[in-house]
């Protein structure tokens, strides 16, 4: 059961130039005034649904339970794919089924899923449907009904037993090392990887290799001299290899989906 708490988070790759997240800002508002929208971020890559994944799974935590987890990246928008709802800890999350929600749905095994039945939506008067803008024309009136308890998942969806599979792999954890992907880069120009804390904890004495780089796992940014590189674990306990008040993205040949592992400086028998 989803007890819904009037936060909605939105996640995108529109950007803030153009008017789409006003647009959907005040799509949701108009059917639902008291609801809270925060914008987690609209800066995803364009066309990539497996950052958006990515962040979600590492942030939602951080919101109350009964939150909404609005994402759109939605390459295929307009087309046969259908839109998945989850529920997970108590969030409902609502997004293209197009691996976005591949990782949340994967957290538990009592995780819920749902496609929506685009033929209920009638009962929200969703009747005009472009097919470049299902932000405003689905997510964002289906998420202000869930969210202010008009409806609940069952109300528009099917149950569904499985969902489209992400983009990116999960690290994978070898012999000798774990070997994952950058998989997104912040503000700051810090390339992100999707290698969590806990994968590297089996090794003794961490070194993160990247490119032609060889980086023993570091603890804060002020451990290596301004414009050195580093590899540390960041607050979403994820490796990260950053310059320290430089931008790694700039000057180390890396980007995302680029290759990265973590390994034992020295082979232990």
């Known amino acids: 059961m989803f007890s819904p708490c009037s936060i909605i988070t939105l996640t995108s790759d529109f950007g803030l130039r153009d008017p789409f997240i006003g647009v959907m800002k005040g799509r949701i508002l108009d059917i639902a005034p008291s609801a809270q929208i925060i914008d987690l971020t609209h800066d ?20 109350s339970r009964g939150t909404v987890h609005v994402a759109v990246v939605d390459p295929g928008v307009g087309t046969a794919r259908n839109i998945a709802m989850v529920l997970l800890e108590g969030h409902l999350f ?9 990782d949340i749905a994967s957290q538990q095994r009592d995780a819920q ?9 009638d009962s929200l008067g969703i009747k005009l449907l472009s097919a470049t803008f299902h932000g405003r024309d689905i997510f964002a009136p289906v998420a202000a009904a869930l969210a202010s ?16 599979p992400g983009w990116v792999e999960e690290a994978s954890v070898g012999e000798h090392r774990v070997s994952g992907i950058i998989i997104t880069v912040d503000h700051f120009g810090n390339l992100i990887t999707n290698i969590d804390r806990q994968l590297c904890e089996r090794f003794i004495d961490p070194v993160v290799c990247a490119g032609n780089l060889s980086l023993p796992l570091r603890r804060t940014y002020g451990d290596v001299r301004p414009g050195d590189p580093i590899a540390l674990i960041n607050s979403f306990e994820v490796v990260e290899i950053a310059v320290a008040e430089g931008r790694a993205t700039d000057t180390l040949g890396l980007s995302r989906g680029a290759p990265v592992s973590v390994r034992d400086r020295v082979r232990r028998s």
């Open 44 to 63: 995803i890559a364009a066309h990539w649904p497996a950052e958006a994944g990515f962040w979600l799974r590492r942030s939602f935590r951080y919101f």
């Open 94 to 102: 609502l997004a293209p089924d197009n691996g976005t929600l591949a």
């Open 113 to 121: 899923l749902w496609h929506i039945d685009i033929s209920r939506l």
């Open 149 to 164: 308890d008009a409806i609940k998942p069952e109300d528009i969806g099917r149950r569904a037993l499985s969902l489209i």
